[in-house]
């Protein structure tokens, strides 16, 4: 990171400021990397783009997990298997948050003005409300667009 910079600097009228200190884990190791910043903290190392990617691949994970139905104690533990760093209850929430985000983005979308048909179905699920778990109807809305694709409108609990 330090050649990169130094690459980086000789490219612009920015100057080295420092370092920061950064720590990742990768398997059962962790790593702590001191990372060259610049004044105007315009430099950003390709490593640490890779060592990005990684968390949002572990948040895409998370909120799979969480969509599945698995508690974010469960969670937690499968992440210390696959990676070797325990996330508390809190972390997991953290990043399967944006779930509800995205979850939100769909909620808001524009809808076809025109449907050839709209059908509905539903779906028991075993659902847990405080203390008991009792079977509850899902309505799943297809509409059927006129050229012939099919786009979920909505899903509602009963």
Same mark, same amino acid.
Request: proline share 3%.
């Given at each position: 990171m330090h050649h990169e910079r130094r690459m980086f600097l000789d490219e612009?009228? &920015? %100057?080295?400021?420092? $370092?920061?200190?950064r720590r990742f884990?990768?398997?059962h190791y962790e790593f702590h990397l001191k990372v060259p910043r610049t004044r105007q903290g315009s430099f950003y190392p390709v490593l640490l783009?890779? +060592? *990005?990617? !990684? &968390? !949002? !691949? %572990?948040?895409? /994970? $998370?909120?799979? /997990?969480? %969509? *599945?139905?698995?508690?974010t104690e469960q969670i937690g533990e499968v992440a210390e298997e696959l990676y070797g760093k325990h996330y508390s209850k809190q972390q997991v929430s953290y990043l399967s948050r944006s779930c509800a985000e995205e979850v939100e983005?769909?909620?808001?979308?524009?809808? %076809? #003005? =025109?449907? /050839?048909?709209?059908? +509905? &179905?539903?779906? $028991? #699920?075993?659902? =847990? =409300? !405080?203390? #008991?778990? =009792?079977r509850e109807a899902y309505y799943t809305l297809l509409g059927l667009l006129p050229d012939g694709r099919r786009e979920v409108l909505g899903i509602v609990k009963d």
């Open positions: 612009t009228a &920015d %100057s080295g400021n420092g $370092f920061r200190p884990c990768y398997g783009a890779v +060592i *990005k990617r !990684e &968390d !949002e !691949e %572990s948040a895409h /994970l $998370f909120t799979s /997990l969480y %969509s *599945k139905g698995l508690t983005a769909w909620l808001n979308r524009e809808l %076809s #003005s =025109r449907y /050839l048909a709209v059908f +509905i &179905d539903a779906t $028991f #699920s075993p659902t =847990r =409300r !405080e203390d #008991s778990v =009792r």
